[in-house]
C-alpha cells in the first residue's frame, strides 16, 4: 500500500519562504499525478496545486504566482515552494497522490498526515 509522508512545515514570519516535500514509498515506480491541499481550523480542505508527469500544473488563485510546484519522479517526491507567505496560508498541508485525466490531475484518496505551516510576526 502507498503511503505519503509531507515535511517541511514550521513557524515563518509574513513574506517568509517555506518548502514543503512529500515523499511516496510503497511500490510505486512514478508519480502519474500529485496534489497538494490545505486545511485551516474551522474551514474545508481546499486546493492548492497539482502537477501531472507530463507537466501540466495548477494553482488556486490564492498561491497562484507565490507557489511552485515540482517533482522528482526518481524520487518519489513532489515539492511546494511557498514564497511571499500570508498569515492566510496558515494551515495543515497536504499531499495527495491522484490520477491523470485527460492529461490532468485528480484527486485520489490517498493523503499523507499533513504538516503545520504557521504565518505570524
Known amino acids: 500500500q502507498v503511503q505519503l509522508v509531507e515535511s517541511g512545515g514550521g513557524l515563518v514570519q509574513p513574506g517568509g519562504s517555506l518548502r514543503l516535500s512529500c515523499t511516496a514509498s510503497?511500490?510505486?515506480?512514478?508519480?502519474?499525478?500529485m496534489g497538494w491541499y490545505r486545511q485551516a481550523p474551522g474551514k474545508q480542505r481546499e486546493f492548492v496545486a497539482s502537477?501531472?508527469?507530463?507537466?501540466?500544473?495548477d494553482y488556486a488563485d490564492s498561491v497562484n504566482g507565490r507557489f511552485t510546484i515540482s517533482g522528482d519522479n526518481a524520487k518519489n517526491t513532489v515539492y511546494l515552494q511557498m514564497n511571499s507567505l500570508k498569515p492566510e496560508d496558515t494551515a495543515v498541508y497536504y499531499c495527495?497522490?491522484?490520477?491523470?485525466?485527460?492529461?490532468?490531475?485528480?484527486?485520489?484518496?490517498?493523503w499523507g498526515q499533513g504538516t503545520q505551516v504557521t504565518v505570524s510576526s
Open positions: 502537477i501531472t508527469r507530463g507537466g501540466n500544473s
Open positions: 495527495n497522490k491522484g490520477q491523470v485525466v485527460a492529461g490532468y490531475y485528480r484527486g485520489g484518496n490517498f
Open positions: 510503497g511500490n510505486i515506480f512514478s508519480f502519474g499525478a
